[in-house]
């Protein structure tokens, strides 16, 4: 049995406040980057898992406004596809020096529990020391982010289906609970059972929904029937280059990130090979072959919408056929961060 709890709440800014104190907003596949920014004087190192367990800087009114904003089109642009269900990830932590736009991923429903496009994901919770499972609007799901002035949000809009598997699967409690780790790793082994981060989670609770995987006493607890269903389906993550023998060293001064579950020739190699939002979206592809692929990104003033798998380029820069929206224009008010109960409920 998971002791693990299960939190709806929708946030309002960087920090999510749940009912015994603080979650952490940066649980990404990757958090080394975030070491290795504070690095170079290794006794600074014992001080990286508390700075990002306090309460990030507050957002400026501004910023504020336009992620909200920046949240809004996003919206729209899912209210007007035929999608129930969508992964979607955001780009939170700068992690563009292991090649890595998007580091946090959930899956957002059309009638969601927390309002209309609400996305459940998993959380490490500091205070608890453990993840837990939230529900949180979009806004404040783009708002968890290291960069308010610019950044990235990609949706994948499931085929019917897909989908409704899916949301079933996302909205059986106890069978997502039963996914839920009781140890949370920030770049947990994509094939292991020892941790999980959060897009792990949510890679087994495509597993569970689309393998019509059951709670069931005489098969096997139900993280390991969805690693056999993911493993024979082929998911494979790349896994990323750390590139640096520091970071490596520093990991075990952080009580978020781990490295006991990967294999010592992958630690030898300095690759890691976690589940990213990218493998995701990779695998589903692959899976779901009419699954669609919204993109968006926001910087300077500006808002670039693109459908396809094709991704941005560096920089929000519009290619034909994007469409192309300002930040600053008049009209059409964002909609407000909405709160939910922040009670744990049990199975």
Not at 103 to 120: D, K, Y
Not at 142 to 164: F, I, K, N
Request: aromatic letters at 6%; charged letters at 15%.
């Amino acid at each position: 049995m998971v002791a693990s709890g299960w939190v709806l709440m929708a946030a309002s800014g960087r920090a999510l406040v749940v009912a015994s104190g603080r979650a952490l907003v940066v649980a990404s596949g990757l958090v080394l980057a975030a070491a290795s920014a504070l690095l170079p004087p290794a006794a600074h190192a014992a001080s990286v898992g508390q700075r990002f367990c306090d309460v990030q800087t507050p957002l400026q009114a501004p910023q504020l406004d336009r992620l909200l904003r920046f949240a809004a089109i996003a919206k729209d642009a899912l209210q007007a596809s035929d999608a129930q269900v969508a992964l979607v990830a955001r780009s939170g932590l700068n992690l563009a020096r292991f090649g890595v736009r998007y580091s946090h991923a959930g899956i957002a429903l059309r009638q969601g529990e927390a309002g209309a496009w609400s996305v459940r994901q998993l959380y490490y919770a500091c205070d608890e020391g453990r993840p837990l499972v939230f529900d949180q609007g979009l806004g404040g799901f783009v708002a968890g982010t290291e960069d308010p002035d610019s950044g990235y949000l990609s949706a994948v809009l499931l085929p019917a289906a897909a989908a409704q598997a899916l949301q079933r699967a996302a909205l059986d409690k106890p069978r997502a609970l039963a996914l839920l780790a009781a140890r949370y790793s920030a770049n947990a082994y994509a094939h292991s059972l020892q941790y999980q981060n959060c897009n792990q989670w949510l890679v087994e609770l495509l597993a569970v929904a689309w393998g019509d995987l059951r709670i069931d006493p005489a098969r096997p607890a139900l993280r390991s029937q969805a690693q056999g269903w993911l493993a024979a389906q082929g998911y494979v993550p790349e896994g990323v280059d750390v590139g640096s023998h520091a970071l490596m060293a520093v990991a075990p001064l952080v009580p978020w990130i781990h490295l006991d579950d990967h294999p010592e020739s992958d630690r030898f190699a300095l690759r890691l090979r976690t589940s990213l939002p990218a493998d995701i979206e990779r695998f589903v592809r692959q899976f779901e072959p009419q699954a669609q692929r919204i993109e968006l990104c926001h910087a300077a003033g500006r808002v670039v919408l693109r459908r396809g798998w094709a991704p941005i380029a560096p920089g929000c820069l519009a290619e034909p056929g994007d469409q192309v929206y300002r930040l600053d224009a008049a009209g059409g008010a964002p909609a407000p961060l909405t709160h939910s109960h922040t009670d744990p409920l049990t199975r």
